[in-house]
């Protein structure tokens, strides 16, 4: 049986809308093996399909002035930030074919980044109704990573969002996930120590690996 392959395909800083038709066009050629997008998006607000305005936390005026664009998407999830320094995985795979349903799909992606943080010494976990991965330190639990999927047509869309060395003063405007009193975290903060973006991704094509049992490569 021939193993099954995930492409990776790393876009660097890209524009979100531009991002998000770069997923689309992947997602309509994808048949059989699936395809990993990494990018970084700067400043952008996006309410998934159950969010809503009332979780932006300042008008329209002061975002934008700010520096945000504010995009309603059609990922699953609540409202979210995306920033520079945050790392952004759209894991566009026909799910059916590597033995997935839906709820599995979000499991494997929640154990992909638990195993990644493990690398940085973080321990971390999920917490039931709340979507996403979590830490707790200072006796606080905080989010470190968003998850919002889609599946269209059999095949997945979208995926997650995972805080490397990102500005978390960003997330102050916004009720993050819709979840009252949110924290946020990012790996540099958790660890104390500098992480570089291009060293995770090292992290990441390893963990796709061991998570989907697959054959990771490079576009």
């Known amino acids: 049986m021939t193993q099954k392959k995930i492409k990776i395909i790393d876009l660097g800083m890209v524009d979100y809308n531009d991002g998000i038709s770069y997923q689309k066009k992947i997602h309509n050629n994808t048949s059989d093996n ?15 399909t159950k969010g809503n305005k009332n979780d932006l936390l300042a008008p329209a005026n002061q975002l934008k002035k700010e ?4 995009i309603n998407s059609d990922r699953g999830g609540q409202v979210t930030i ?12 026909p799910i059916s074919k590597y033995n997935l349903k839906p709820v599995d799909f979000v499991r494997k992606i929640e154990s992909l980044i638990i195993n990644i943080l493990k690398y940085f010494d973080i321990s971390s976990y999920t917490i039931k109704g709340k979507t996403g991965v979590w830490v707790k330190s200072d006796n606080i639990e905080k989010k470190i990573a968003a998850i919002g999927v889609r599946i269209s047509n ?3 869309m979208h ?3 995972l805080n490397i060395n990102n500005n978390l003063n960003d997330f102050n405007f ?22 570089i973006v291009n060293d995770l991704k090292i992290i990441l094509q390893k963990e796709l690996e061991n998570n989907f049992d697959c054959e990771v490569v490079y576009d």
């Not at 990018?39 to 607000?45: A, F, T, Y």
């Not at 520096?67 to 504010?70: H, I």
């Not at 995306?82 to 795979?93: L, P």
């Not at 916004?174 to 992480?195: A, D, L, N, R, W």
């Open 154 to 156: 059999g095949i997945s």
């Open 82 to 93: 995306h920033n520079k320094g945050q790392i952004v995985c759209y894991i566009v795979m």
């Open 174 to 195: 916004i009720v993050p996930c819709g979840i009252q009193g949110s924290v946020v975290t990012s790996i540099q903060e958790e660890s104390k120590k500098e992480v």
């Open 34 to 48: 699936a395809n990993v997008i990494l990018l970084e998006h700067d400043k952008v607000i996006t309410i998934g």
């Open 159 to 161: 995926g997650f969002a």
């Open 67 to 70: 520096g945000f664009s504010v």
